[in-house]
C-alpha cells in the first residue's frame, strides 16, 4: 500500500477541499455545528492510497492559555477502510514534519509547537511518542489526552506575563 | 574547576545530610515549608568542586495533577559564584537520571517522570530542553516554569484516575 501525501495547507486548493467535503459527507464525520466548507480552509494534508482518499488533517491555529503561546491544533480523520491500518499516524507525522516547516518559515505567525487531542480509545500508551516526540501535557473532554510537540526553532520568551 | 557529583538519594547518609544542611544554613537559604533535617531526607545529589558543596538536589515526590501520575519534582540549589556556569544545569540531569532510575528499578512507586519549576529568570529558551529533555507544560501562580520529563519505561494507563 503506497500512501501520498498531498499538502494542502494555506493552499485553498478547490480540489482538495472539495475532496475532503465529500469523505466528510459520506461518512457523516463532521458535528452539525461544524460548517464542512469552513472546516475546509483548515485542511493541511490529504493522504491519497491508490489515487483514493484514506484521510485527512486539519490544523486551527490559536492561543492556549495555559502555555501562553499559539499552537496549531491538529485534527485527523481517517476513512473506515482505512482504520486498521497506520495511515492515522503517519498521517500525524507528515502533518508535524509539514507544520513546523511552514511554521519555521512564517516566524511572525509565532506558532509554538503542534498540538494534538487523542479521541481513540487505548491509544497512546507511550507519554511522549517514540516516532512524533508529542508529550502528554494533560487531559481534556475527561480522559482524552492532550499532546504537544514544540518546535524546535521557536524559543520560549523569558518573561512571560500572565493572560 | 572540576565538578564531582554525588548521588544521595534514598541513602539516609549523615554525612550528605551535614553537608546540605550547613550548605543551606551557610547561604542563608532556608527551605520553605519544612526544615533543613526534613528536607535532606529528600537529598539526591550533591555537587563538589575541590571538596566543597556548591550545589545540590532534592527530590520530592508527588502526585501531579494535571498529569494524573506522580512524580519526581527536583529542586535545586546552587552556590551564586557558581550561577553562572553550567553545575545547575548539569545537576539537574544527573538528579533527572537518578530518578529515572530508581523510578525503573522500583515500578511499584508508580514515579511516571521527572519535573521541575524554573525559577531562574531567562531559564528555559526552548519548549522542550536540548540536554535536559523536559517539556514546558504550564506556569506557576508565581510565572515559573513547570517542566516535565516522562521516563521511558512508563506506559500510561488507558484510562488515568481524574483527580
Known amino acids: 500500500m503506497t500512501t501520498t501525501y498531498v499538502e494542502a495547507w494555506r493552499k485553498s486548493d478547490p480540489k482538495l477541499e472539495a475532496d475532503a467535503i465529500r469523505a466528510w459527507s459520506?461518512?457523516?464525520?463532521?458535528?452539525?455545528?461544524?460548517?464542512?466548507?469552513?472546516?475546509?480552509?483548515?485542511?493541511?494534508?490529504?493522504?491519497?492510497?491508490?489515487?483514493?482518499?484514506?484521510?485527512?488533517?486539519?490544523?486551527?491555529?490559536r492561543l492556549y492559555e495555559p502555555l501562553r503561546q499559539k499552537f496549531a491544533f491538529m485534527r485527523g480523520f481517517v476513512m473506515?477502510?482505512?482504520?486498521?491500518?497506520?495511515?492515522?499516524?503517519?498521517?500525524?507525522?507528515?502533518?508535524?514534519q509539514m507544520?513546523?516547516?511552514?511554521?519555521?518559515?512564517?516566524?511572525?505567525?509565532?506558532?509554538?509547537?503542534?498540538?494534538?487531542?487523542?479521541?481513540?480509545?487505548?491509544?497512546?500508551r507511550e507519554p511522549t511518542g517514540k516516532k512524533i516526540k508529542a508529550t502528554l501535557i494533560g487531559y481534556v473532554n475527561g480522559n482524552q489526552q492532550l499532546r504537544l510537540t514544540w518546535f524546535d526553532h521557536f524559543r520560549v520568551p523569558p518573561n512571560m506575563s500572565d493572560f | 574547576m572540576t565538578i564531582q557529583i554525588v548521588e544521595?538519594?534514598?541513602?539516609?547518609?549523615?554525612?550528605?545530610?551535614?553537608?546540605?544542611?550547613?550548605?543551606?544554613?551557610?547561604?542563608?537559604?532556608n527551605p520553605a515549608g519544612t526544615t533543613p533535617q526534613a528536607r535532606a531526607k529528600e537529598l539526591a545529589a550533591v555537587a563538589y568542586d575541590n571538596g566543597e558543596v556548591v550545589a545540590l538536589s532534592t527530590i520530592n515526590v508527588e502526585l501531579f495533577v494535571q498529569l494524573r501520575q506522580k512524580f519526581a519534582f527536583i529542586r535545586e540549589a546552587v552556590a551564586p559564584?557558581?550561577?553562572?556556569?553550567?553545575?545547575?544545569?548539569?545537576?539537574?540531569?544527573?538528579?533527572?537520571?537518578i530518578a529515572e532510575r530508581y523510578s525503573r528499578e522500583h515500578p511499584e512507586?508508580?514515579?511516571?517522570?521527572?519535573?521541575?519549576?524554573?525559577?531562574?529568570?531567562?531559564?528555559?529558551?526552548?519548549?522542550?530542553?536540548?540536554t535536559s529533555?523536559?517539556?514546558?507544560v504550564g506556569y506557576t501562580d508565581r510565572n515559573e516554569q513547570v517542566r516535565v520529563m516522562w521516563f521511558d519505561h512508563v506506559q500510561v494507563p488507558p484510562n488515568a484516575p481524574k483527580y
Request: glycine share 10%; net charge neutral.
Open chain 2, 81 to 97: 559564584s557558581y550561577r553562572r556556569n553550567k553545575v545547575g544545569g548539569d545537576l539537574l540531569i544527573a538528579t533527572r537520571d
Open chain 1, 80 to 96: 473506515p477502510d482505512y482504520r486498521m491500518h497506520e495511515v492515522g499516524r503517519d498521517m500525524m507525522f507528515e502533518t508535524l
Open chain 2, 133 to 136: 529533555k523536559l517539556a514546558l
Open chain 1, 99 to 124: 507544520i513546523e516547516r511552514w511554521a519555521f518559515e512564517n516566524q511572525d505567525e509565532k506558532i509554538a509547537g503542534m498540538m494534538a487531542v487523542v479521541q481513540i480509545p487505548g491509544v497512546g
Open chain 2, 8 to 29: 544521595a538519594w534514598r541513602k539516609n547518609d549523615p554525612k550528605l545530610e551535614a553537608e546540605a544542611i550547613a550548605f543551606w544554613d551557610r547561604h542563608q537559604i
Open chain 2, 109 to 130: 512507586e508508580k514515579i511516571a517522570g521527572a519535573a521541575a519549576v524554573y525559577q531562574v529568570p531567562g531559564v528555559g529558551t526552548y519548549g522542550s530542553g536540548r
Open chain 1, 26 to 61: 459520506m461518512t457523516g464525520a463532521l458535528p452539525k455545528s461544524d460548517a464542512p466548507e469552513i472546516r475546509a480552509k483548515q485542511l493541511a494534508l490529504v493522504a491519497y492510497v491508490n489515487g483514493e482518499l484514506a484521510g485527512l488533517s486539519t490544523l486551527n491555529v
